[in-house]
């Protein structure tokens, strides 16, 4: 099955700064990348994805990149601000072969933004 | 528009015990799934509801899971008797789209099993 490996576990960024959070996964058949937000206590929620016959997105501040032959995607967010402090979750799925959406998730990343 | 709810928030047993986790899904929202996160490690994939049909059950851990969705409207995930190892938070996730597009989660049950 997929496996999906996240760092670092924890990253700590000067506002204004920019932060890079970076996923592997091992399944070559996947194609949706999304990556979500949890801030403390609240429900995770998708704040940008990616599929495979691209390799970057961006919107606004934050962007993601994909190198389907390395198998790694990386989550871009610039100008951070103390609100982009959360934990962040990458996740791989095969969108063909699964009759639903079962994402693979990484270990998590929790940013915390300096004021 | 009302989002995905679940109940408990958290909730806490003793080992041996039975705890019942509702999720309500975004209505008209065919997909439910159940997911769930031990110990800060990462979200885990337990089963995915068409309507009211499994689809794929390959992540539940063993026989004491029992996740229902009678009707095909709201899941219940009953642990029974629970272990120590099924502490953690318990998300459960809906979708009108199969096989693509954004999974909504709820702010997750948080089980502590003493």
């Known amino acids: 099955g997929e496996n999906v490996e996240q760092h670092p576990s924890t990253l700590s960024v000067q506002e204004g700064d920019s932060a890079v959070i970076k996923c592997t996964y091992s399944d070559s058949a996947s194609n949706y990348f999304p990556w979500y937000k949890q801030e403390l206590g609240k429900r995770p929620q998708l704040i940008i994805d990616i599929r495979s016959n691209v390799g970057e997105k961006k919107d606004q501040r934050i962007a993601v990149t994909l190198n389907k032959t390395a198998k790694h995607f990386s989550l871009h967010i610039t100008e951070t601000q103390p609100e982009d402090s959360a934990v962040y979750f990458c996740?791989?799925?095969?969108?063909?072969?699964?009759?639903?959406?079962?994402?693979?998730f990484g270990g998590g990343t929790r940013v915390l933004v300096k004021p | 528009e009302a989002g995905v709810t679940q109940f408990p928030s958290h909730s806490v047993i003793e080992k041996g015990q039975t705890v019942t986790l509702r999720c309500d899904p975004i209505?008209?929202?065919?997909?439910l799934y159940w997911y769930r996160r031990v110990m800060g490690k990462e979200i885990k994939f337990l089963l995915h509801?068409?309507?009211?049909?499994?689809?794929?059950e390959s992540g539940m851990p063993n026989n004491r899971f029992l996740a229902e969705r009678t009707g095909g409207t709201y899941s219940t995930l009953k642990v029974q008797p629970a272990e120590l190892e099924d502490s953690g938070v318990y998300f459960c996730a809906s979708s009108q789209v199969s096989g693509a597009g954004e999974l909504f989660f709820g702010e997750g049950s948080r089980l502590t099993v003493l």
């Open positions: 209505s008209g929202h065919d997909n």
């Open positions: 509801f068409v309507k009211e049909s499994k689809q794929d």
């Open positions: 996740a791989a799925s095969n969108e063909i072969k699964a009759a639903g959406n079962k994402l693979t």
